[in-house]
């Protein structure tokens, strides 16, 4: 049985820092890309940010280029995404997504509904 655990999530004030980390069990991590998405209250789930199965390619929403950044570690199974200067903006329940593109040419994802497994979410809340 596949599960994706976040933790890390919390109160932070605006230009804060949190850390969120994704441990991963049930399923052969280093074949799958993985992602977070966040969402807020009232919205639809929005792309964050994913990496490639090795950590070798990244990709992040336009939202949050250049504050957030996405790592993994294979040995561990968890994937982390680092959150620099938030803003109330980044308001959210944040989620950990794994899929396995099963492509050595396609690597990542943005797409929602090609993620197959999900985290129950942490929330994180930025106040201003």
């Known amino acids: 049985q596949v599960q994706l655990v976040e933790s890390g999530g919390g109160l932070v004030q605006a230009g804060g820092s949190l850390r969120l980390s994704c441990a991963a069990s049930?399923?052969?991590?280093?074949?799958?890309?993985m992602g977070w998405f966040r969402q807020a209250p009232g919205a639809e789930r929005e792309f964050v940010a994913a990496?490639?199965?090795?950590?070798?390619?990244?990709y992040y929403g336009d939202s949050v280029k250049g504050r957030f950044t996405i790592s993994r570690d294979n040995a561990k199974n968890t994937v982390y995404l680092q959150m620099n200067r938030l803003e109330p903006e980044d308001t959210a329940v944040y989620y950990c997504?794994?899929?396995?593109?099963?492509?050595?040419?396609?690597?990542?994802?943005?797409?929602?509904?090609?993620?197959?497994?999900w985290g129950q979410g942490t929330q994180v809340t930025v106040s201003s």
């Open positions: 049930g399923l052969t991590f280093s074949n799958y890309c």
């Open positions: 990496i490639s199965w090795n950590g070798g390619a990244t």
């Open positions: 997504t794994a899929t396995d593109l099963g492509s050595s040419i396609v690597v990542l994802s943005i797409r929602l509904d090609e993620y197959d497994y």
